[in-house]
């Protein structure tokens, strides 16, 4: 063994820096509108605060005989207003006026909101009735009605305003946060703090709040922009800043008495809401976004309706009759995601052929790819982050990268149908299932409803569901793990489908309902004629149903053939390593041997072979240039240098 001694990476691979994630920062700016916002805010707040410290004049000192002086004019870069004040003065001042008050509201506004929403969400019962009947008994009044209410209790006044102005938003924080806590306080980790022994102050602090501050972070960042505009409201009105005090709605009412002589005593403050709202907002929405976990990729947009394909994208040339018989025939085929500055490449070149009547088993550990590679060939992958960015997908005599969005529907739940790994999450929870199974036939076929029931009920027992009539008006929740299979099988069938892909669909059932549906998928491929992709992580499950194996690593096909040989011999010491971790009944004292180490990041993949590290027979030219797939014994092909011979074993070696 010491010519295939593991080789040390190099101290350049050790050091090489991988791509991070973006920040939340970077993923802020990503997205353009808040970038702006955010730019546009800081200028303005920077102004402000700056205020005291720049040559301004003083904003309350009047000078009539420089009144109404128009833009530009000397010493006056805004002009002048009504009394002769500064307009720079005062716009900068008003806007620290404006700013401070607004901020301060919703911060307010937030904390008694979200304590309220906690408490009735929590607590429940009499509690919860009791503060969300105040809470709706305050939105029965236009806000703005009752913010002039309250001031007009109080009395006019910037505190009394910015008073008014938080109370009246406190619904809109309480009935958010209330309805949130209330399917949190039922779930399971709340349960276990209760068992525990922390009292309900500290499950509130510990276990719900964490979970939804984001919201009201969201929450408080969408609604700074429209507090600012209702304080301005009310001093426009006169309810709130008293002269001379100067706030932005304060020089917007008193522009109005000389609107039509000198507009420009309007327009300069009216501006300033507009840039201070209008940057908040943006801000705002980019602060949500990038708070969304499910946008935290760097994807600031909705996945489109298929995976997107470079136009350049490259695939290997092929003779036209060599794989004349396949149903599917995939040629080098990539997908990335790109988030951020990093490259992920989940898919690097695989080749698969599945002819009609067989089942091809995709096997290897998690984030292997196998998942990936299954939705590409349909464009099932979300873009963005997702992008096909090279290969052929040839089901038949079409690319399904290449046909439109039309044809690749038509063949979506047709002539190709999907078998998800969690139907509980496929299905949807608000529709009966026999609906659902109806909904997927008349979406390719012209039956009418009582045509596609009969064909429910059929689909229903070829799939040997018990009392199919009962059932088809079952909901999901209703039904068992395995049940909820069998429909999502059923769906796969609706439509004489030429190839199925089944992705891990045995993964969450018990041995005795996973076997009836391995025999199930194994008979109706059978009888039917129907080529499967079959995804999994289980060699035993692959040695049940799959004809052929293709061994999935890091991306990219490490090993393919018949099923059997590869069982009894493989290659590919990934392979043997795989085979070796499944248990075999009546040999209890065989070593189950794990796999060392992890693989690799598929944003900083080694050169060579992405086994290398963690393989017992790796040598020094593993570790550079590309290792093509070869022919080694035989139907076995497999990606490397060093291959098993067959009676080889690796226990022990590692």
Not at 191 to 210: F, H, N, Q, T, Y
Request: glycine residues 8%.
């Amino acid at each position: 063994m010491s010519e295939t001694a593991i080789a040390s990476p190099s101290e350049a691979q050790k050091s090489k820096a991988r791509p991070r994630r973006p920040s939340a920062f970077a993923l802020l700016l990503n997205n353009r509108l808040a970038a702006f916002g955010l730019v546009v805010l800081v200028l303005v707040v920077a102004s402000a605060l700056l205020a005291p410290l720049l040559p301004l004049a003083d904003p309350n000192a009047t000078d009539p005989a420089n009144r109404l002086a128009p833009p530009l004019s000397d010493g006056h870069l805004l002009g002048t207003d009504a009394l002769g004040r500064d307009m720079l003065s005062r716009l900068l001042w008003g806007t620290r006026v404006s700013l401070a008050v607004g901020l301060s509201a919703s911060v307010i506004a937030a904390f008694a909101g979200s304590l309220i929403g906690l408490i009735a969400g929590y607590a429940g019962g009499r509690t919860d009735q009791l503060l969300m009947r105040f809470i709706d008994l305050m939105m029965a009044f236009p806000y703005i009605l009752l913010a002039l209410a309250i001031v007009a209790v109080l009395g006019p006044g910037l505190i009394n305003a910015l008073y008014a102005i938080a109370i009246v938003n406190v619904p809109f924080f309480a009935r958010n946060i209330r309805g949130i806590t209330v399917g949190l306080a039922r779930r399971e980790f709340v349960d276990a703090a209760r068992l525990s022994g922390k009292g309900p102050v500290r499950i509130v602090a510990s276990e719900i709040l964490p979970n939804v501050l984001p919201t009201i972070v969201i929450t408080l960042s969408t609604t700074v922009g429209w507090m600012i505009l209702e304080t301005a409201g009310l001093s426009f009105l006169g309810l709130g800043a008293q002269p001379p005090q100067a706030d932005l709605g304060s020089m917007l009412g008193e522009g109005r008495k000389v609107l039509f002589t000198s507009p420009f005593v309007s327009l300069v403050p009216g501006l300033m809401i507009f840039l201070v709202v209008l940057s908040i907002n943006l801000l705002g929405d980019g602060i949500r976004d990038v708070l969304d976990p499910r946008l935290k990729a760097g994807a600031l947009a909705k996945p489109s309706a298929r995976t997107a394909v470079e136009k350049n994208r490259r695939w290997p040339e092929t003779k036209k009759d060599e794989t004349s018989d396949a149903v599917l025939d995939v040629k080098g085929l990539e997908t990335q995601f790109r988030i951020g500055r990093s490259i992920h490449r989940a898919v690097g070149g695989v080749d698969l052929s599945i002819r009609p009547g067989e089942c091809l088993g995709l096997i290897g550990e998690s984030g292997s790819g196998k998942s990936v590679t299954a939705m590409s060939l349909t464009g099932l992958v979300p873009s963005p982050p997702g992008r096909i960015t090279g290969g052929k997908v040839l089901f038949e005599t079409d690319d399904l990268l290449a046909v439109s969005d039309k044809e690749l529907r038509a063949l979506r739940g047709g002539a190709v149908s999907y078998v998800f790994q969690d139907p509980l999450a496929t299905l949807h929870p608000l529709f009966p299932v026999g609906d659902q199974i109806a909904e997927a036939i008349r979406a390719h076929q012209p039956l009418d409803r009582s045509e596609a029931r009969a064909k429910v009920l059929d689909l229903m027992r070829q799939v040997r569901i018990p009392n199919p009539e009962a059932r088809m008006e079952a909901y999901p929740h209703e039904l068992s793990g395995g049940l909820r299979q069998r429909i999502s099988i059923a769906m796969a069938l609706a439509n004489d489908p030429k190839l199925i892909i089944a992705d891990e669909p045995t993964t969450a059932l018990d041995v005795t309902v996973q076997a009836q549906v391995l025999k199930l998928l194994d008979g109706l491929r059978r009888e039917r004629g129907t080529a499967v992709l079959f995804i999994t992580h289980d060699f035993g499950v692959v040695s049940e149903i799959a004809d052929r194996v293709a061994v999935m690593y890091a991306g990219r096909i490490v090993e393919t053939g018949p099923t059997a040989e590869v069982m009894a011999n493989p290659a590919h010491p990934y392979t043997r390593m795989l085979i070796d971790c499944v248990p075999v009944m009546g040999e209890p004292e065989r070593r189950l041997d794990a796999i060392p180490g992890r693989p690799p990041p598929v944003d900083d993949l080694p050169d060579g072979c992405a086994f290398a590290d963690r393989c017992p027979r790796a040598a020094a030219d593993c570790r550079s240039g590309d290792i093509a797939m070869r022919d080694i014994r035989g139907r076995i092909e497999a990606r490397c240098l060093h291959p098993l011979s067959p009676g080889d074993a690796l226990r022990g070696a590692a």
